[in-house]
């Protein structure tokens, strides 16, 4: 259909039963798709779908309100090049209440914590791309924006707080809430995280590798502009990161940190008071930006790599952490989810419009097609750096800086790095 309609709902016989039948909850009315988690990659995806008249239904356990905290909390995103798009045609980038910071530079090095870093380095600047290579955006900031794009659009229905019971069939999906809402879905989305219970209710089998890390996410302030520049600065224990954020009042230059530790020393690190935490910091950082100062909270989190054997079963489609989970060691885990958006809401939007079931077979044979196998080149490479970077092997780490400086005198590769990166 191309006239931008929206083909009636066929409800299956287990919707359109007697009174009586399997559910007996106040039926409302059906949508083309449902999607199952509030967090950025569902809210995401339930906006672009909207801006093309698709009806979606959104349903988190969560109150969403509560998750806009006002107050700095340390939490950022590193936002590709590629992901600030599709933010932008999902009507979000525009409602950010709070500015982006632009990266401009990075700086890719190797050594141990308290050491000056190999001479050897890897640098991407202004010159290796025609636009910023991403932006950093507080957590809240981007919560605010999902949260005010899915009120404001007339397709989604949002229920949060509320859980879902999802039965799926050949001929479409019930999807029954706990508050006592009923209705039918052609397309159900898990977009619930790692532990995804709709995954795990399909018998989607899921492959996991653990690393015995935790990452630490906090916030500094310093005394020096950091001038949109990033460090990606590997040591034996773990990636330490520094990516420069936009100023918040009080605070002129900032920067987010996500570093990497073994699981005991990451929980002692975290502890630490905040003089001996920013010592620690600056042992890894280094004295270019000046002194720092931890401000907001500190988060810890457990770091793992994980994939599942499959993104789709009946009716039902995997996004973001519910199909996969990589190292943060690249900073690509949550534009990884957004690829997974790209892709899957441009298959949707292209079915609808052609008048298509959007949760027919063959729709979501097409979204596996396209997104698994570059999803887990991207798992295999971040999982590949982990272990070749986080040791302290005299010969790997000969090797492994001969590398960084061999990429750094190739300006056609380091471009090639950069839009991949970038998601473009």
Do not use: K
């Not at 859980?163 to 050949?170: D, H, K, M, N, W």
């Not at 720092?292 to 499959?310: C, D, F, K």
């Amino acid at each position: 259909m191309t006239d931008g309609t929206i083909p009636p709902f066929v409800s299956p016989p287990f919707v359109s039963g007697p009174a009586g039948d399997a559910f007996s909850g106040r039926a409302v009315d059906d949508v083309d798709v449902c999607i199952v988690g509030a967090g950025p990659v569902g809210a995401t995806l339930a906006c672009r779908l909207a801006v093309a008249g698709i009806r979606v239904a959104i349903i988190d356990r969560a109150a969403l309100p509560p998750m806009e905290d006002p107050a700095f909390d340390g939490r950022a995103y590193a936002i590709a090049a590629g992901s600030r798009l599709l933010l932008e045609a999902a009507g979000v980038w525009a409602h950010l209440p709070l500015p982006a910071c632009a990266i401009e530079e990075i700086r890719v090095s190797d050594g141990r914590p308290g050491e000056a870093p190999s001479p050897l380095h890897l640098e991407f600047g202004r010159q290796d791309a025609a636009q910023p290579f991403g932006w950093m955006i507080e957590a809240r900031a981007l919560r605010v924006a999902l949260n005010r794009s899915l009120h404001d659009a007339a397709a989604i229905r949002v229920m949060a707080p509320d859980e879902a019971s999802v039965t799926r069939a050949a001929e479409g999906a019930v999807v029954r809430t706990r508050s006592g809402r009923v209705f039918g879905a052609r397309l159900v989305v898990a977009a619930e995280g790692r532990r995804s219970a709709l995954r795990d209710q399909a018998r989607i089998a899921v492959t996991r590798l653990p690393y015995h890390q935790r990452g630490i996410v906090c916030a500094v302030t310093h005394e020096r502009p950091h001038h949109n520049r990033a460090l990606e600065h590997f040591l034996p224990a773990g990636p330490f990161a520094q990516l420069p954020m936009a100023p918040t009042a009080g605070h002129a230059n900032l920067s987010a940190i996500v570093w990497s530790e073994d699981e005991g020393v990451a929980q002692r690190m975290a502890a630490l008071p905040d003089a001996a935490f920013a010592h620690e910091i600056q042992r890894r950082m280094g004295d270019w930006l000046g002194r720092v100062t931890p401000v907001g909270r500190r988060w810890t989190y457990p770091l793992s790599a994980q994939y599942a054997q499959r993104y789709f079963d009946t009716r039902l489609a995997l996004v973001g952490d519910s199909a996969h989970g990589i190292h943060p060691i690249a900073g690509q885990g949550l534009n990884l989810g957004f690829r997974d958006v790209t892709a899957l809401s441009d298959l949707l939007i292209a079915a609808h419009e052609r008048g298509e079931d959007l949760g027919g077979p063959q729709v979501l044979r097409r979204y596996q097609a396209r997104c698994r196998p570059a999803n887990m080149l991207m798992l295999a490479a971040t999982d590949m750096l982990e272990r070749l970077f986080g040791n302290d092997n005299p010969l790997l780490r000969g090797a492994r800086d001969v590398g960084l400086a061999a990429v750094h005198r190739m300006p056609a590769l380091r471009r090639a790095f950069v839009r991949h990166a970038m998601g473009l």
